[in-house]
C-alpha cells in the first residue's frame, strides 16, 4: 500500500523533481509573457535564491531584464538512498533554463550567514565576468544563524512578546484547525530571532561586496518584510519575528549612509503573506492566509510570490520615476492588496465565523494546501 504524503514542520515525506522544474518553468513563461523591464539590473545577486520570493526575484530579473544572476541557497543535493530539497531541483531548474536562454548564472550551495560563502561569491564575480552587481536582494527565511564574528550559533522562535497567546491554528497540510497556547519569549529569545531574521547579516554582506568593489554605481538593494493585520500581530509584528522586522527596516537606513558613496540604495519591500516553506511553520498565520487567498481570489487580486516580485521590479524599484513610492517610513509596500480595507473587513468575517467544520466551505483551505504540497513538485494526483 502506498505510504500517504505528509509534511511536518515544513518537511515532507516526498519530493517530485519534475513537478519542481514545472514550477520554475511556469514562473519563467509568465514572465517571458511579461513587458521586458526597461533599465533594469544587469548583474543581481539573490541570497536565498532557491524558494519562495528569491526564486521570484531571480526568474524576473534573468527572464525579464536579462540580467545576470548569481544565487546563494542552502540547499542538500540528493543523494543514492534520499531526494534533495525541493530548492536544489529549483535551482537546477532555473539554472538549465537560463543555460537554454544564453542567460548567465552561477548558483552556490552555501551558509549565507558565513564568511566563507561571502568570500565565495566575491572570488566568483572576480573571475566570472559578471561585473559589479547592480542589484542584491536578500531573501532568507532561516530557523538558526551562526554568527561569523563569535562561533555562537542563535536560534529564532516563533512567539509573542509581552503577553502568552491563545489561539487556533490551522495545519495547512491536513486542514485540521487545533487550539495553542504560545508563553511569551524571554528577552533572549527576541534577542536571538533578531540575530537570526534581523538585518545584521544583511549589511554584513554589503560592506563586503563594498569593500571588495563589487557594488555598481547607483546599485540597489532590497530586503523583505511583513506587517499584517492585527489578527496575526500578537503571533507576528510584535512579536519575535516582527521584532526582528523592525532590525531589518531600521538596519536599510544604516546601510544607505554607508552606500552613499556608491550612490546606492537600500529598500525594504513590506510583501504580502503567501504559502511558502518559510511561512507555513508561523501558527495563526495560516489560518489567516487561507481566509485571505478566499477574499484575494474572488476580488481577483490574489498575486504568487513572482507576480509580487514582477510588481516590485516594474512597479517599483525601475519604474522609470526617479522617486521609488514608498511609505513614511521608507517601505515599498506590496502588501497593498492584502492590506485593502475591505480585504482585510472580508478576511477578518472569515476567521470569526471559522471552526474545524467549515474550513473548507470558508477558506482557500484547498488551494493553499495545493501550493504547499506544490512547493514539494507534488501535485494533487502525486497524492492521491
Ligand atoms: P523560503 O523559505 O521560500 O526561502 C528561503 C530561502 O532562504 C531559500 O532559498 C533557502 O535556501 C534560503 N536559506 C535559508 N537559510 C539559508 C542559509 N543559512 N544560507 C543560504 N540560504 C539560506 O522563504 P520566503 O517566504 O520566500 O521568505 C523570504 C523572505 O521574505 C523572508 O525574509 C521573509 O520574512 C519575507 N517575507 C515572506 C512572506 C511570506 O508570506 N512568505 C511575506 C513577506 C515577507
Redesign the pocket.
Known amino acids: 500500500m502506498k505510504k500517504p504524503i505528509r509534511i511536518v514542520n515544513g518537511v515532507c515525506s516526498s519530493v517530485n523533481p519534475a513537478g519542481c522544474f514545472d514550477n520554475v518553468c511556469r514562473w519563467i513563461e509568465a514572465e517571458k509573457k511579461s513587458p521586458r523591464i526597461e533599465n533594469g539590473p544587469r548583474s543581481v545577486l539573490i ?10 526575484a531571480r526568474i524576473a530579473t534573468a527572464f525579464g531584464a536579462g540580467a545576470r544572476t548569481l544565487g ?4 542538500r543535493p540528493p543523494t543514492v538512498r534520499k531526494h534533495g ?1 525541493p ?1 536544489w531541483y529549483n535551482n537546477q531548474a532555473f539554472d538549465m533554463a537560463s543555460a537554454e536562454a544564453g542567460l548567465f548564472s552561477e548558483t552556490l550551495l ?4 558565513s564568511n566563507a ?1 561571502r568570500e565565495a561569491v566575491i572570488d566568483r564575480v572576480k573571475r566570472n565576468g559578471m561585473g559589479a552587481f547592480d542589484l542584491v536582494v ?5 530557523p ?2 551562526l554568527d561569523p564574528s563569535t562561533g555562537e550559533i542563535y536560534r529564532s522562535v516563533i512567539k509573542p512578546v509581552g503577553e502568552k497567546l491563545v489561539g487556533s491554528t490551522l495545519d495547512v497540510a491536513t486542514g485540521n484547525i487545533t487550539e495553542i497556547s504560545l508563553e511569551p519569549a524571554t528577552a533572549e529569545e527576541i534577542a536571538a530571532t533578531v540575530k537570526v ?1 534581523g538585518g545584521e547579516d544583511w549589511k554584513l554582506w554589503i560592506e563586503a561586496l563594498q569593500a571588495a568593489d563589487i557594488l555598481a554605481n547607483n546599485f540597489k538593494t532590497i ?4 506587517i499584517g493585520p492585527d489578527a496575526t500581530h500578537a503571533i507576528y509584528r510584535s512579536g519575535t ?1 516582527g521584532k526582528a ?1 523592525e532590525h ?1 527596516e531600521a538596519t536599510a537606513f544604516e546601510i544607505n549612509e554607508l552606500i552613499a558613496r556608491n550612490q546606492g540604495r537600500a529598500y525594504v519591500s ?10 507555513v511553520m508561523i501558527p495563526i ?1 495560516s489560518a489567516y ?1 487561507c481566509a485571505l487567498n478566499k477574499v484575494l481570489k474572488a476580488k481577483g487580486l490574489n498575486e504568487n ?1 513572482h507576480q509580487q516580485m514582477s510588481r516590485l521590479l516594474r512597479e517599483r524599484l525601475y519604474n522609470n520615476d526617479s522617486q521609488v513610492a514608498t511609505d513614511n517610513q521608507g517601505r515599498i509596500r506590496l ?1 497593498d492588496w492584502e492590506m485593502r480595507e475591505d480585504v482585510q473587513r472580508e478576511t477578518a468575517e472569515i476567521l470569526e465565523r471559522l471552526t474545524p467544520d467549515n474550513v473548507r466551505e470558508l477558506t482557500d483551505w484547498e488551494g493553499c494546501c495545493d501550493e504547499l504540497f506544490g ?1 514539494f513538485g507534488l501535485s494533487p494526483e502525486d497524492r492521491a
Open positions: 541570497l536565498g535564491c532557491s524558494g519562495g520570493y528569491g526564486l521570484a546563494v541557497s542552502y540547499e530539497s530548492g552555501g551558509d549565507a550567514f560563502t536578500y531573501s532568507l527565511a532561516s538558526a544563524r531574521m530586503a523583505l518584510s511583513y519575528l522586522k531589518l513590506v510583501n504580502r503573506a503567501l504559502v511558502t516553506r518559510a511561512s498565520m492566509l510570490c502588501d512547493l
